[in-house]
């Protein structure tokens, strides 16, 4: 299977900065890339799919970008909504892996 | 408003076989390119793929798991069962079904993102 790396695990930010979120995946799969957002006790949201497509409804503060097999989640101002669990997702491939999540945490 | 809702038992003991149910509206399984999958997140843990199902009965599954898993569809029902025997303490989680279409751009078909959500269901393992 391909595993996903995610980095970091726990992220302290502020309200306004700018957050970076990295997901490494250990063989090549082109794009087929997604991250999600969840928060406590909820169901996970889809944000970016195909590493750099924003799922329709979701803010353009988010933005996913790939360089080979690294792919990186930018939130560009944080906002207090955003305070959650991210997980990056690979889908080239079945059996279909994630990341084991960064928590951004208030500052 | 497409929804997906889990239902199933709450505790199950050792070796029993769990069946989980996926019932979904505003959309069929039998249209082209939908898809349901299931997943599950053990409580403070990472979220874990397990099966998927297509509108053409196609069937995939997690390698660690595949011997244990059963998806399968009722399309008349607008349902989505997932079977996993000899359960296990460790199995212990939220259990998620979500959508996922096939899109075809320019000709070439992908999957998009598990784009909705089920609320999720809380399975727990213990004698």
């Known amino acids: 299977d391909i595993q996903m790396t995610q980095s970091p695990s726990t992220l302290s930010a502020s309200v306004g900065d700018r957050v970076t979120i990295t997901c490494r995946a250990s063989q090549s799969i082109s794009s087929w890339l997604a991250w999600y957002q969840q928060k406590p006790g909820k169901a996970p949201k889809l944000l970016i799919y195909k590493a750099s497509n924003l799922e329709t409804g979701v803010p353009s503060r988010f933005s996913g970008s790939r360089s080979g097999t690294d792919f990186t989640l930018t939130i560009s101002s944080l906002q207090p909504d955003d305070f959650a669990t991210y997980y990056c997702q690979q889908y080239k491939s079945f059996s279909w892996t994630f990341g084991q999540g960064t928590k951004v945490e208030i500052k | 408003q497409v929804t997906l809702r889990e239902s199933g038992p709450a505790l199950v003991k050792p070796t029993q076989t769990l069946t989980l149910t996926c019932a979904f509206s505003e959309f069929s399984l039998s249209t082209t390119g939908m898809c349901v999958s299931w997943l599950r997140q053990p409580p403070g843990k990472a979220l874990e793929w397990l099966a998927l199902?297509?509108?053409?009965?196609?069937?995939f599954y997690s390698t660690s798991l595949k011997t244990r898993l059963t998806i399968s569809k009722d399309t008349s029902k607008n349902q989505v069962v997932l079977t996993m025997t000899n359960m296990d303490p460790v199995d212990t989680a939220t259990y998620y079904c979500?959508?996922?279409?096939?899109?075809?751009?320019?000709?070439?078909?992908?999957?998009?993102?598990?784009?909705?959500w089920g609320q999720g269901t809380t399975v727990t393992v213990s004698s």
């Open positions: 199902i297509d509108w053409d009965d196609d069937k």
């Open positions: 979500a959508r996922i279409r096939v899109l075809t751009v320019a000709g070439i078909q992908y999957y998009h993102g598990l784009d909705v």
